[in-house]
């Protein structure tokens, strides 16, 4: 009997187009803290592993897109959040890492 296994890898779902992919794939974003009459921003996470709530995305145009017409950014945060410099944010985020528009 081989007593060697197959090492865990981690999986998420995207929260734009739904499916699920290993973790290496996606970019994370978290949720910043904002005033009281301000929705709070959603950042991108370089490191993966910043604490709070997170959500998963591919770094595509198109999981974006969908994430924000389907409501998949707010959903995964449980109530409505500030995206409007998302965008930017992940074509300048990781220059290694390609942004696909």
């Known amino acids: 009997m081989n007593t060697r296994s ?6 998420r779902t995207c929260v734009g187009c ?7 794939q996606l970019v994370r974003l978290v949720r ?12 991108v996470d370089p490191t993966g592993s ?3 709530r997170g959500a998963w ?3 595509d145009a198109a ?7 389907r409501g998949g950014v707010a959903r ?3 109530g409505a959040v500030d995206t409007g410099h998302l965008a930017r ?3 300048s985020f990781e220059p290694a890492r390609t942004w696909n528009r």
């Open 18 to 24: 739904r499916q699920v992919a290993p973790r290496e």
């Open 50 to 52: 910043a604490p709070g």
């Open 76 to 78: 995964s945060f449980r």
């Open 6 to 11: 197959v090492p865990h890898v981690p999986e």
């Open 89 to 91: 944010d992940l074509e």
């Open 32 to 43: 910043e803290s904002a005033p009281e009459d301000r929705a709070p921003r959603v950042r």
């Open 63 to 69: 999981c974006l897109d969908l994430a924000l017409r």
């Open 57 to 59: 995305l591919h770094p």
